[in-house]
């Protein structure tokens, strides 16, 4: 089930900056091409302490292994505890318990979720939903990349509806197209008030990002519908080479 857990900067989105203890699950159903997580073997590795680097194999089969790991990854200056992976909600019923024990003991509970579960949606303090756009994926089909974008919508929707601090991120490459980016943003002002992070993809494979240029287009064509829920994310562990 689990990846690995290990405390380091945000690198990405709303809360970017902060410090957070990720817990990494393993695998995941979508095959997006700029991916950059290694997530497919569940392995179990526990950083040996805050910001090392360094993992060492430990048993996280029970609740209390995983909170005594978290524990002993705590710093004074820690905001919040990510459930990310691979895509975090295939454990749905596990993590629901882990983050109740969490919120019990004060910490603050953040998903990273490409947002294709809406049913399997419960309560995290905040929300950091990825949407996926058809460039993200080797030719996928119009039926298939509707269902995937509108179950996204409906996971915003029902996290905006329930209070938790939600908002949408996109990964913007080279070949993001413009217009999919105003449809979405309408669709996200439809909601309410929701963040927009524009991520400008960090290369990998041939996957290359949008120009300077092209980035302040795509942020003004997204503000004539979210006005100033707009912003530009950049992964910035990966500038600062942490994880
Ligand atoms: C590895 S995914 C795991 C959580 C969830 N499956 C998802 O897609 O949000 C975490 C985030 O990493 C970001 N990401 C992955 N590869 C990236 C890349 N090459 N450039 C920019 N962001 C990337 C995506 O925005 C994604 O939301
Ligand atoms: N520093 C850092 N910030 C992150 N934000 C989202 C991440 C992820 O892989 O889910 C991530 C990550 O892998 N590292
Ligand atoms: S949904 Fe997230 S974990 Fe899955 S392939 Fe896409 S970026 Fe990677
Ligand atoms: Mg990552």
Redo the contacts with the bound molecule.
Sequence with gaps: MIREIFNSIMG?GKYIGRRFIFIRFAG?PLN?L????EHKKHVNLVEQYPSSGKFEKQNLESEEDIIKAVNKLKTPDLFSVSF?????LLYHKEIKEISKILKNLGYRTFL???GIFPERVFHFDIA?I?IKLKDHFKNIGEEEYKKIYKNELKTIKKFYNMGTDVYA?I?ITKDSKINDLVEISKDLSDIGDVMLCI?P??P?NN?QPPSQKTLFKIMEACGEHLKDNVMLTL?IHKILNIL
């Design positions: 990405e995941c997006c700029y991916c950059d997580e990310t992976g691979g895509e975090p990273e979720s490409n950091s990825d991120k990964v991520q993809a960090t990998i996957i992964q």
